[in-house]
């Protein structure tokens, strides 16, 4: 922040892009890496909004982008930490777009379902995300792209990918008791694999 300062940066539009995965049942998750996913995804994501929307407020307009993820409408056995991260993008977001209504700053969240990426691999996800086989996998260029366009629209929420899209509209009628019993089953597995891999 004191080299912005020094430069005297003072930008219209701010996208809070940086972002880190896990793929590891939170007990035998590292707390250093723990620590680094929650620095990453929502303390840096604060102090840059903190930083920058002053100024936005006192010029009378300006943006804000929150790159989340799909993962902050769901749960995730293997990655608790990281949906976490991204509930908190999620509600951030609505939060702050309420409070800054009037202002002339708009603030909107993206969440990108499975892109083309080296997110997983660096996540330490092997083979993937499940839900991102098939139809509901897009390249990076796509996502980049509906997102661009969302956002020049001032869209409070941004599911980018047709057919993601849909999936994502369609998640409110889903019971969440199902969701929950699901996230269960998927742990159970993945805590049995590990379990004879060991044995």
């Not at 309420?98 to 080296?118: F, I, K, M, Y």
């Not at 047709?162 to 159970?188: C, D, E, F, G, I």
Request: hydrophobic residues 45%; aromatic residues 8%.
């Amino acid at each position: 922040m004191r080299q912005l300062d020094a430069r005297n940066l003072h930008g219209d539009v701010l996208v809070n892009n940086a972002g880190l995965g896990e793929s590891e049942l939170f007990e035998r998750s590292p707390w250093s890496r723990i620590r680094q996913i929650v620095e990453v995804n929502i303390v840096a994501m604060l102090r840059l909004s903190h930083h920058f929307l002053p100024a936005m407020i006192s010029r009378g307009h300006g943006a804000i982008l929150n790159i989340g993820s799909g993962a902050g409408y769901a749960a995730m056995p293997n990655a608790a930490v990281y949906t976490a991260s991204k509930h908190f993008v999620r509600a951030f977001t609505e939060s702050l777009r309420a409070q800054l209504a009037g202002t002339g700053v708009t603030v909107s969240e993206a969440a990108p379902g499975p892109v083309e990426s080296e997110f997983d691999q660096v996540a330490g996800i092997e083979g993937g995300a499940t839900l991102g086989q098939g139809i509901f996998r897009i390249t990076a260029q796509e996502c980049a792209a509906d997102i661009v366009r969302e956002f020049d629209r001032g869209s409070p929420v941004i599911f980018p990918g047709r057919n993601y899209r849909w999936l994502m509209k369609m998640q409110p009628l889903m019971r969440r008791r199902l969701v929950a019993t699901h996230v269960a089953q998927a742990a159970r597995q993945i805590r049995y694999r590990e379990t004879k891999r060991a044995a």
